[in-house]
């Protein structure tokens, strides 16, 4: 990450890789290590340590669809658009 002040301008790139930890390392993390992940990529969080790993799981992990299709209901939505509605697509 760079981040840099040039005429009182901050500029923040993005880091080239996703984070690719899971569920667990984020359970077992130390705070300094999420605080540093999370400050890489410009996310700054100002609370306990519960909190930020909450944070840092809901940023970085995907929500696992295999398991619970009951929590993801757009995935078995069917189709209500109109014929003429589609013509319009």
């Not at 984020?26 to 992940?37: A, N, Q, S, T, V």
């Not at 410009?42 to 619970?68: C, I, N, Q, T």
């Amino acid at each position: 990450m760079e981040n840099r002040k040039r005429n009182g301008v901050s500029s923040f790139q993005m880091p080239l890789h996703y984070p690719r930890y899971g569920k667990k390392e984020y359970l077992d993390m130390p705070e300094w290590k999420i605080d540093r992940l999370l400050a890489e990529y410009g996310l700054s969080v100002h609370g306990d340590l519960a909190y930020k790993r909450e944070f840092a799981m809901g940023a970085f992990l995907w929500p696992d669809f295999h398991h619970d299709s009951k929590s993801t209901p757009y995935l078995n939505c069917k189709d209500t658009s109109t014929n003429a509605e589609k013509k319009v697509k």
